[in-house]
């Protein structure tokens, strides 16, 4: 009797943990940030304090129903990242997952340092290029020389295999690879799976179709840096060539619903107005069945 009743306790703890395994929205804005540096225009100095407070870069955090959790990006808002899996009962940094070498991915690994943090062997995992580089140019390599971090291989296409059966596999795309190759990743959890690629050159220069991928997933964080073209009147548009929002819509538009549904966009210009969650942007991408990322939104693995 009392051997059934452990049984059944240990099938509950189990099935209780798989069913916390979750993705948080930590950051959705691209590497520079909102308000941006030297912008002068009303979508950056006319913000409020609540819309800068919710305007952060990039991340995302895994957590499993334990005080671990893990970080995909490391970015310049890392602190107040990581203060928001500490309120939700997530006190331990078990690892960050890189995507690439562009400051809003990346620039968050100097508050591990002894500047800041001091922190002891956190996890890295990044792919070879950004190893290298990591390990051989400072002020990076001084957080593996003193171990406030410890360098994790990631190899194409090879899962990554974490606590509570979650998968994590990069994949390389591309995208402008000055220091480092850029990857997304598929999340495998113990029920769903998920997609983050924030960043990626046109759709058309990736083997893959998009469209396939979504349907595959069960969630899909995908690279919004611009809505259209009239955004970028400020620099050469072949320096950045991202997919506008409006062409990966077109390109999307024979999805059926339950696939749209899957889309969260993902890493905006401080000059997209999909930021601003009452845009006729943002209720164009969710007329047509998508929608747009928001600091919070919490997703079941």
């Not at 499993?64 to 990242?81: C, K, M, R, V």
């Not at 100097?110 to 062997?121: F, S």
């Not at 495998?188 to 083997?207: H, Q, R, V």
């Not at 955004?231 to 991202?242: A, D, G, K, L, S």
Request: glycine share 6%; charged share 20%.
């Amino acid at each position: 009797m009392l051997q059934n009743l452990f049984i059944v306790l240990l099938i509950f703890c189990a099935s209780n943990l798989q069913a916390q395994a979750k993705l948080v929205v930590l950051g959705t804005v691209q590497d520079g940030g909102s308000p941006h540096i030297m912008c002068l225009k009303s979508c950056c100095t006319n913000l409020s304090s609540e819309e800068k407070a919710a305007r952060q870069v990039t991340a995302l955090g895994l957590s499993f129903g334990t005080t671990d959790y893990y970080l995909f990006e490391a970015s310049p808002n890392i602190t107040l990242q990581m203060q928001q899996m500490h309120a939700l009962g997530h006190l331990n940094l078990a690892g960050i997952f890189l995507t690439h070498a562009h400051i809003g991915h990346y620039m968050g690994l100097l508050y591990l340092g002894r500047e800041a943090w001091g922190a002891n062997k956190i996890p890295v995992y990044a792919m070879p290029r950004l190893r290298t580089f990591l390990k051989e140019n400072g002020p990076w390599s001084q957080l593996v020389d003193l171990e406030n971090i410890t360098l994790q291989a990631l190899e194409n296409k090879q899962p990554q295999q974490l606590p509570q059966g979650i998968k994590v596999t990069p994949f390389v795309v591309p995208h402008r690879d000055e220091f480092s190759e850029t990857v997304g990743y598929y999340i495998a959890g113990p029920n769903k799976t998920a997609l983050f690629l924030p960043d990626i050159d046109k759709w058309n220069k990736w083997e893959k179709d998009i469209g396939e991928v979504i349907k595959a997933v069960d969630y899909a964080f995908i690279d919004a840096s611009f809505y259209d073209a009239a955004e970028i009147n400020y620099r050469p548009i072949v320096e950045i060539p991202h997919p506008f929002v409006i062409e990966t819509l077109e390109r999307l538009n024979e999805l059926e619903q339950k696939d749209r549904k899957k889309v969260f966009f993902i890493h905006m210009n401080h000059t997209n107005p999909m930021l601003d969650p009452e845009s006729e942007a943002t209720k164009r991408v969710r007329a047509l069945g998508f929608s747009v990322a928001r600091i919070g939104d919490t997703f079941s693995l």
